[in-house]
């Protein structure tokens, strides 16, 4: 591959029997480019003082990719662009940039441009181009990047309806990173599968935009799953969350609230121990009375339980612990809270989307 270069690179005037300087720069995705090796024998190669220049661009590309300064990393792999635009990685890397600042359209174009450029499938490329293309909506795009991954496919048009299995997916993965299941549709779109704490901005049922590399492995049953990075709700489920507060006697009691089935009611989970961080009831205002010797960890029953439930209003709520009260001795409704929060978005300098081992487990 040849290297057509411009009348003037970087501000650095050129020799008009300049060639070429760089070609076939390999692509590694976690590894920084060397340009000063693997030239076209037949190729001249750049004056030091131009090269030089060139390196030092990369290198503040890559520090700033590497620091989270994504917006200035795009805009210096931009420059090398104009400079080498027939290299692909560099359209890789800056397509890579404009991926994690969930600019689909741009991240696409580049992931495009790269795969022109090269003799073969390369895999990295192709996955990221099928993410931006997901994330653009553009579902012929998509199902033709899935395709040259060699992932099976149910046939159609418009966006993919499949079954790729239950993972994990850490929702807001620049903040509080809060884990919970999710039902794959796609290989990076998925539904999700529990109640997430409002303060997290989602809901049951959102279908999400998830990155295609995992970050780690989860429970699920007597096997495990991956985790992946949430990118970007794409739609919104009508399930709202609202946090229930009750007492009951048993498990069963629970249990029996879970299995009941009314119009408008998505799920129930109980909150109580899977929400660590905070007294929920607390950060709610619902009456209770702390008591440290309370709680079921040592075999015992916890009375106060929390609950999130997804539903389409407050009506259906009211509806279910109301039949759930009646039905059972011993069961009180204490409160039932809505509240709506916005959904989070990173800032600049945060690197998020490496794997984190501190991550909180899904809930149950």
């Known amino acids: 591959m040849t290297s057509t270069w411009p009348t003037s690179c970087c501000g650095i005037p050129q020799q008009d029997n300049a060639g070429p300087s760089w070609a076939k720069v390999a692509l590694e995705f976690h590894w920084h480019t060397d340009m000063t090796t693997d030239h076209d024998a037949d190729d001249a190669l750049l004056d030091d003082e131009t090269l030089e220049k060139l390196q030092a661009l990369e290198a503040r590309a890559y520090a700033a990719f590497d620091a989270g300064d994504l917006a200035d990393a795009a805009t210096l792999f931009g420059q090398l662009v104009e400079c080498t635009p027939d290299i692909p990685h560099l359209h890789y890397m800056r397509g890579l940039a404009h991926k994690y600042l969930r600019e689909w359209s741009l991240s696409l174009q580049d992931n495009l441009r790269s795969e022109q450029l090269r003799d073969e499938v390369d895999e990295a490329t192709t996955w990221n181009a099928g993410i931006a293309a997901t994330g653009t909506g553009d579902w012929a795009e998509a199902r033709r990047q899935w395709t040259r991954c060699g992932i099976t ?144 960890d040592d075999g015992g029953w916890m009375r106060e339980r929390n609950l999130g439930i997804a539903a389409q209003g407050r009506a259906a709520v009211e509806k279910l612990m109301s039949a759930w009260a009646a039905a059972g001795t011993g069961r009180t409704l204490d409160a039932i809270e809505h509240r709506e929060h916005p959904q989070q978005d990173p800032q600049p300098g945060q690197v998020w989307w490496l794997g984190q081992e501190e991550a909180e487990e899904p809930s149950p």
């Open 153 to 296: 496919l149910p046939e159609g048009e418009g966006p993919i309806d499949g079954n790729f299995g239950v993972a994990c997916v850490r929702l807001n993965p620049w903040s509080s990173g809060e884990t919970v299941y999710m039902r794959r549709l796609d290989p990076v779109r998925a539904r999700l599968e529990n109640v997430p704490l409002p303060e997290s901005g989602f809901r049951f049922g959102d279908i999400v935009l998830h990155d295609g590399a995992s970050t780690g492995r989860r429970p699920y049953g007597e096997r495990e799953v991956p985790v992946f990075n949430a990118m970007q709700r794409l739609q919104q489920s009508d399930m709202a969350t609202y946090a229930v507060f009750v007492q009951c006697g048993s498990q069963d009691d629970i249990a029996a609230l879970r299995a009941m089935t009314l119009p408008g009611i998505g799920r129930v989970e109980d909150w109580t121990h899977s929400v660590r961080h905070l007294c929920l009831r607390c950060s709610y205002g619902a009456p209770h009375q702390h008591d440290d010797d309370s709680h079921d």
